[in-house]
């Protein structure tokens, strides 16, 4: 979320440390597709930048999963990382007293740079922004891009992905081309229209 020159404050605020933690979270969240349980429950030890930059999460039933990393979101993050001067074992995204933010602190935090973003972008007034909607941003994302659906699934950590399909969830390079295809983003003329399959899909997730 940003905002256009001389139209409304920018959202998140780069000038304020709250602003540059949730641009940061906001970016990762989108990137990765998390779900808001799993976000606040980032540590600073999860996260690898350089070659092989990746960020490590655990999802429903403590599956864990490894996702690659953008060159945007991996700026974002060293950079927050340097800022935040965090332990290992110590809450990726705090409050300024240090503490873990909370599910609804996310919400909360989303639905505040939606209302401020919504002065540059009049289609946000009145809608809801939850934190599950960056979860769909992503798979929409990764769908637009030709990703099947059965690699979209294990990006996202999706429980309904059959157990013959987990030698994929132990490969990187797969999700690493999935990767390449959503950069740069390149969209095609034209409204994008998922199939009732793929809508079926979403709402699974």
Wanted: aromatic share 4%; proline share 6%; charged share 25%.
């Amino acid at each position: 979320m940003s905002k256009n020159p001389g139209q409304g404050p920018a959202a998140p605020d780069p000038k304020r440390w709250e602003g540059r933690r949730d641009k940061t979270m906001l970016a990762l969240a989108v990137q990765i597709g998390l779900r808001v349980s799993e976000l606040t429950s980032l540590n600073c030890d999860v996260i690898t930048l350089g070659d092989g930059a990746a960020v490590r999460c655990e999802g429903k039933g403590r599956k864990q999963r490894t996702v690659p990393l953008d060159r945007p979101v991996q700026n974002l993050l060293g950079a927050w990382l340097n800022e935040r001067a965090g332990r290992r074992g110590d809450p990726l995204f705090c409050t300024r007293a240090g503490r873990r933010l909370s599910r609804d602190a996310v919400a909360q935090r989303l639905s505040l740079h939606a209302q401020a973003a919504a002065q540059a972008c009049p289609s946000l007034l009145g809608k809801s922004i939850h934190p599950h909607i960056l979860r769909h941003s992503c798979a929409m994302s990764l769908l637009q891009a030709g990703v099947d659906t059965t690699v979209i699934a294990l990006w996202l950590g999706h429980a309904g992905v059959r157990s013959t399909d987990a030698y994929v969830h132990a490969d990187m390079t797969i999700k690493e081309k999935a990767l390449a295809l959503t950069t740069p983003v390149t969209a095609q003329p034209g409204r994008y229209r998922p199939t009732d399959k793929v809508l079926d899909f979403l709402d699974r997730l």
